[in-house]
Nanobody, 126 residues
Framework: QVQLVESGGGLVQAGGSLRLSCAPS????????MGWFRQAPGKEREFVAA????????VYADSVKDRFTISRGDARNTVYLQMNSLKPEDMAVYYC???????????????????WGQGTQVTVSA
């Protein structure tokens, strides 16, 4: 069974930092475009960041630009989301997702992602 497993969520004060990780099991995603989405209570799941299979292209939602950084591990199979200067509005469940390299990282449409993790909770206290 193909899975994406997120970790690194938790409780942090506003202004603090967290680093989320996403590791696959069941297959390798080193040649896939990877992304992070988030969903706050009562809201739609929204795009946060994405990275191309080779790490050469990254794209961010305006709300997290200059605060969050997406990256891939050395084997390109693990994806990270470094979150700095966290705000209460960043509080949500964060999901890792993967899609075929044939779909550009620049296409942030949720439906283009075929594989999803179970999510990790990020709580930011004011």
């Amino acid at each position: 069974q193909v899975q994406l497993v997120e970790s690194g969520g938790g409780l942090v004060q506003a202004g603090g930092s967290l680093r989320l990780s996403c590791a696959p099991s069941g297959r390798t995603f080193s040649t896939y475009t990877m992304g992070w989405f988030r969903q706050a209570p009562g809201k739609e799941r929204e795009f946060v960041a994405a990275i191309s299979w080779d790490g050469g292209t990254t794209v961010y939602a305006d709300s997290v630009k200059d605060r969050f950084t997406i990256s891939r591990g050395d084997a390109r199979n693990t994806v990270y989301l470094q979150m700095n200067s966290l705000k209460p509005e960043d509080m949500a469940v964060y999901y890792c997702a993967a899609k075929s390299v044939l779909s550009s990282a620049l296409d942030t449409t949720r439906s283009t992602y075929a594989y999803w993790g179970q999510g990790t909770q990020v709580t930011v206290s004011a």
